[in-house]
Nanobody, 132 residues
Framework: QKQVVETGGGLAQSGGSLRLSCAAS????????IGWFRQAPGKEREGLSC????????DYTDSVKGRFTISKDIAKNTGYLQMNSLESIDTAVYYC?????????????????????????WGQGTMVTVSS
């Protein structure tokens, strides 16, 4: 069974950092794109970032560009989202997704990452709360 499990969420102060992990099982991340999105209470889902497994290309939505960094460790079969300079508006549940089709997860439109709906693997999310 293919699954990803997010960890690393919690409480951070404004200006602080957190690193989210996305541990994959049942498949190898070396041939999968990974992506991150979030959903704040009462708000729509927001695509954040993607990593293409073929060419290593990364995409970010404007609101997190320069603050968040997506990566993956093939040896650990784990993806990451390093989040720096956190702000209260970053409070949300963060989700990891994975798909074997290169470039399929994200599309950048006018600086915003649009997340494809039909993806192979979805995580259950981890809560991030940023206090001001």
């Amino acid at each position: 069974q293919k699954q990803v499990v997010e960890t690393g969420g919690g409480l951070a102060q404004s200006g602080g950092s957190l690193r989210l992990s996305c541990a994959a099982s049942g498949f190898n991340l070396n041939t999968y794109d990974i992506g991150w999105f979030r959903q704040a209470p009462g708000k729509e889902r927001e695509g954040l970032s993607c990593l293409n497994w073929v060419d290593g290309r990364t995409d970010y939505t404007d609101s997190v560009k320069g603050r968040f960094t997506i990566s993956k460790d093939i040896a650990k079969n784990t993806g990451y989202l390093q989040m720096n300079s956190l702000e209260s508006i970053d409070t949300a549940v963060y989700y990891c997704v994975a798909d074997p089709r290169p470039g399929w997860i994200c599309e950048v439109v006018n600086g915003n990452v649009r997340l494809e709906k039909h993806l192979e693997v979805w995580g259950q999310g981890t809560m991030v709360t940023v206090s001001s």
